[in-house]
């Protein structure tokens, strides 16, 4: 499976981000998607899942600013990413699993400054 990951780049504080996340993957419905996020000096911290029903969760620092989102006939996630903070500057990489089989994408920066 192969992830690419496009949206990231620099934002104002408060600003908005749309990342991209399209597979090259057959039943990409059926997968788990994923978000996570590394930041310098950090561990890399999951950041939003939707389940192939739909069904979303986010880490609590993103609830309420971050949407999650997939488009099966495009084999594409999003992740809308609002009010955004300083602390969201990270490297954003794009994840999938089905089953046992998991891949990961090579990540977007995102960078929130004035």
């Known amino acids: 499976v192969q992830l690419v990951e496009s949206g990231g780049g620099l934002a104002q504080p408060g600003g908005s981000l749309r990342l991209s996340c399209t597979a090259s993957?057959?039943?990409?419905?059926?997968?788990?998607m994923a978000w996570y996020r590394q930041a310098p000096g950090k561990q890399r911290e999951f950041v939003a899942g939707?389940?192939?029903?739909?069904?979303?969760t986010y880490a609590v620092p993103v609830k309420g600013r971050f949407t999650i989102s997939r488009d099966n006939a495009k084999n594409t996630v999003y992740l809308q990413m609002n009010s955004l903070e300083p602390e969201d500057t990270a490297v954003y990489t794009c994840y999938a699993a089905l089953g046992s089989f998991s891949s990961w994408g090579q990540g977007t920066q995102v960078t929130v400054s004035s």
């Open positions: 939707i389940r192939s029903n739909g069904r979303t």
């Open positions: 993957v057959n039943a990409f419905s059926n997968y788990f």
